[in-house]
T-cell receptor
Framework: GENVEQHPSTLSVQEGDSAVIKCTYS??????FPWYKQELGKGPQLIID?????GEKKDQRIAVTLNKTAKHFSLHITETQPEDSAVYFC????????????FGTGTKLQVIP | NAGVTQTPKFQVLKTGQSMTLQCAQD?????MSWYRQDPGMGLRLIHY???????DQGEVPNGYNVSRSTTEDFPLRLLSAAPSQTSVYFC??????????????FGSGTQLSVL
């Protein structure tokens, strides 16, 4: 099965600074790379995703970059705000064939006002 | 827009008791799944379903049963609760284009404590 690692496990940044979270995976067949945000007491929610034929995708202050050769992808958050404080999960998958989804262990981001 | 609805939100059981965690979605999604979330371990897949009448095991299926009689509902049954099943449980669904499953929609979770 897929082996997924996330780093760092915790991250504290000052409001306005940037944050980067990295996810490494083992299955070369993975072709869909999402990031989920989980706020306290809630279920995870997709915030951005990328497919294997694209190297980078941006959505306002968040972006995801993919390096398929090295088998890792990263979440970038610029101009961080207190509402970005949450736990972030990656979940790389082979989207065909109803593959079992393996989540990373999560990164707790704290944005200090 | 209800999305994925889980009930109950909180539950306390005694060891050996049985119960069913309910999950319903109103998005006509073919794919539904159950995860448990434990501190420091992310989300681990328990069981999943690719459509009515079809279920399969995930990473940690022992002690749990599922069935999928309708597209909308995917209940998770604990037959004899154990303290090791204390966790937060999430149900998720996804539309499927052919056999392609991508974005997961999650419910708000059920916090279960087994004493």
């Amino acid at each position: 099965g897929e082996n997924v690692e996330q780093h760092p496990s915790t991250l504290s940044v000052q409001e306005g600074d940037s944050a980067v979270i990295k996810c490494t995976y083992s299955d070369s067949a993975s072709n869909y790379f999402p990031w989920y945000k989980q706020e306290l007491g809630k279920g995870p929610q997709l915030i951005i995703d990328i497919r294997s034929n694209v190297g980078e995708k941006k959505d306002q202050r968040i972006a995801v970059t993919l390096n398929k050769t090295a088998k890792h992808f990263s979440l970038h958050i610029t101009e961080t705000q207190p509402e970005d404080s949450a736990v972030y999960f990656c979940a790389p998958m082979n989207s065909g064939g109803y593959q079992k989804v393996t989540f990373g262990t999560g990164t707790k981001l704290q944005v200090i006002p | 827009n209800a999305g994925v609805t889980q009930t109950p939100k909180f539950q306390v059981l005694k060891t050996g008791q049985s119960m069913t965690l309910q999950c319903a979605q109103d998005m006509n999604h073919e794919y539904m799944s159950w995860y448990r979330q434990d501190p420091g371990m992310g989300l681990r897949l328990i069981h999943y379903s690719v459509g009515a009448g079809i279920t399969d095991q995930g990473e940690v299926p022992n002690g749990y049963n599922v069935s999928r009689s309708t597209t909308e509902d995917f209940p998770l049954r604990l037959l004899s609760a154990a303290p090791s099943q204390t966790s937060v449980y999430f149900c998720a669904s996804s539309y499927a284009s052919g056999a392609v499953v991508e974005k997961l929609f999650f419910g708000s979770g059920t916090q279960l404590s087994v004493l």
